[in-house]
């Protein structure tokens, strides 16, 4: 098994910045690739981004292109999303997760392992 605790969340305003972080035990994670994905309180659990178990290759929602950066340390055995010119729109549950199969997944099913979440919170 992977355990995945997530941090770095909290309230900042529109065009702020904030990093999350998501640290990894259990099994080898570099052997998974890594996603972000988030829920806000009135919409399903969506996409956010994902990065290959060598950190080379990297996939974005559109919504998050060009202003969120997903990167990882191996050694560190920790996943980050650097998300940059927040939006109300941001707000919400942020959740990582591991996935076997492939660093291109976009779909829930595909992720074997997942944290608790940790809330980011965009005010106008």
């Known amino acids: 098994q992977v355990q995945l605790v997530e941090s770095g969340g909290g309230l900042v305003q529109a065009g702020g910045s904030l990093r999350l972080s998501c640290a990894a035990s259990?099994?080898?994670?570099?052997?998974?690739?890594a996603g972000w994905f988030r829920q806000a309180s009135w919409k399903e659990r969506e996409f956010v981004a994902a990065?290959?178990?060598?950190?080379?290759?990297?996939n974005y929602a559109d919504s998050v292109k060009g202003r969120f950066s997903i990167s990882r340390d191996n050694v560190q055995n920790t996943v980050y999303l650097q998300m940059n010119s927040l939006k109300p729109d941001d707000t919400a549950l942020y959740y990582c997760?591991?996935?076997?199969?492939?660093?291109?997944?976009?779909?829930?099913?595909?992720?074997?392992?997942w944290g608790q979440g940790t809330q980011v919170t965009v005010s106008s």
């Open positions: 990065i290959s178990r060598s950190g080379l290759n990297t």
């Open positions: 259990g099994r080898t994670f570099s052997n998974y690739h």
């Open positions: 997760a591991s996935s076997s199969l492939s660093w291109t997944n976009r779909r829930l099913q595909e992720y074997d392992y």
